[in-house]
Nanobody, 126 residues
Framework: QVQLVESGGGLVQAGGSLRLSCAAS????????RAWFRQAPGEEREFVATINWNGGSTSYADSVKGRFTISRDNAKNSVFLQMNSLKPEDTAVYYC???????????????????WGQGTQVTVSS
């Protein structure tokens, strides 16, 4: 089994920055894609960013492209999300996700991930 724990959320003013971290424990998830999703109140969970196993390929939602950067440190079994130029519409609970097994691809659908963190709240004030 794998446990994912997110950290780094909080309250920030519009235009500010936050860095989210997600540490995995238990089995390694270093051989497959990792991702970040978010869910605002009353909304469905939406894709934010994903990264393949070695960090060589990434993909972003259009709404965050150019402002967010996903990265990973496989030695620490961790993934990160650097969020710059934050907007009030970025307010949501942010979840990290991981997959078991081995793959060189990244995945943007939540259905492709079988491990999830508990979420960390990000609130951006205007």
């Amino acid at each position: 089994q794998v446990q994912l724990v997110e950290s780094g959320g909080g309250l920030v003013q519009a235009g500010g920055s936050l860095r989210l971290s997600c540490a995995a424990s238990g089995r390694t998830v270093s051989n497959n894609a990792r991702a970040w999703f978010r869910q605002a109140p009353g909304e469905e969970r939406e894709f934010v960013a994903t990264i393949n196993w070695n960090g060589g390929s990434t993909s972003y939602a259009d709404s965050v492209k150019g402002r967010f950067t996903i990265s990973r440190d496989n030695a620490k079994n961790s993934v990160f999300l650097q969020m710059n130029s934050l907007k009030p519409e970025d307010t949501a609970v942010y979840y990290c996700a991981a997959r078991s097994g081995v793959s060189s691809n990244y995945y943007t659908s939540p259905m492709m991930y079988n491990y999830w963190g508990q979420g960390t709240q990000v609130t951006v004030s205007s």
